[in-house]
T-cell receptor, first 114, second 113 residues
Framework: QQQVKQSPQSLIVQKGGISIINCAYENTAFDYFPWYQQFPGKGPALLIAIRPDVSEKKEGRFTISFNKSAKQFSLHIMDSQPGDSATYFCAAGDSGAGSYQLTFGKGTKLSVIP | ETGVTQSPTHLIKTRGQQVTLRCSSQ?????VSWYQQALGQGPQFIFQYYREEENGRGNFPPRFSGLQFPNYSSELNVNALELDDSALYLC????????????FGQGTRLTVV
């Protein structure tokens, strides 16, 4: 059962444009929502994260929007650059078991063309 | 770059063999989690270790086992390797058991032939 659904699977954006990746979850116990960036041959790198008590978080060119009632969250990359070309994963964590076990989406491959 | 280091970076094993992967957590982090990432997929949680004990396990069979040492480093052991075990194995460390921010190593690419 896929608990975190991510779309689109791939995305092509022109340099300077806005990249938008969406995720939806089912488990209402999730209380931590990070985004990871992964380059080929590397491990995922934590990009930005949000908790459900806020609707938006911005760090530089990266913004998370969170809609608790719709159980959806999204990543916006402003002024996209070729160096942003990577695979992006949303994830959700539930602290109910006393520790965070992250459930990941299937990833979005972003290509930013000059 | 995170302070999480994994070894080896690549490994080729034959079906039925056993493998041990190693992870050193980031300085100050006492909790280690292991994830399996199949090609083209997101990472899947295998299990987590805290104070040298397994603390939570995903949907993986018992032939996947682990250890954590007093210095918080960890091992992942997989017995009776199957072709489907071919994947990138990722180690992530967090500052504490209830810490949310997980930092990943570069992974070990395991190929089972």
């Amino acid at each position: 059962q896929q608990q975190v659904k991510q779309s689109p699977q791939s995305l092509i954006v022109q340099k300077g444009g806005i990249s938008i990746i969406n995720c939806a979850y089912e488990n209402t116990a999730f209380d931590y929502f990070p985004w990871y960036q992964q380059f080929p041959g590397k491990g995922p790198a934590l990009l930005i994260a949000i908790r459900p008590d806020v609707s938006e978080k911005k760090e530089g060119r990266f913004t998370i929007s969170f809609n608790k009632s719709a159980k959806q969250f999204s990543l916006h990359i402003m002024d996209s650059q070729p160096g942003d070309s990577a695979t992006y994963f949303c994830a959700a964590g539930d602290s109910g078991a006393g520790s965070y076990q992250l459930t990941f989406g299937k990833g979005t491959k972003l290509s930013v063309i000059p | 770059e995170t302070g999480v280091t994994q070894s080896p970076t690549h490994l080729i094993k034959t079906r039925g063999q056993q493998v041990t992967l190693r992870c050193s957590s980031q300085s100050g982090h006492n909790t280690v989690s292991w994830y399996q990432q199949a090609l083209g997929q997101g990472p899947q949680f295998i299990f987590q270790y805290y104070r040298e004990e397994e603390n939570g396990r995903g949907n993986f069979p018992p032939r996947f086992s682990g250890l954590q040492f007093p210095n918080y480093s960890s091992e992942l052991n997989v017995n009776a390797l199957e072709l489907d075990d071919s994947a990138l194995y990722l180690c992530a460390s967090t500052q504490s058991l209830d810490g949310a921010e997980a930092f990943f190593g570069q992974g070990t690419r395991l190929t089972v032939v």
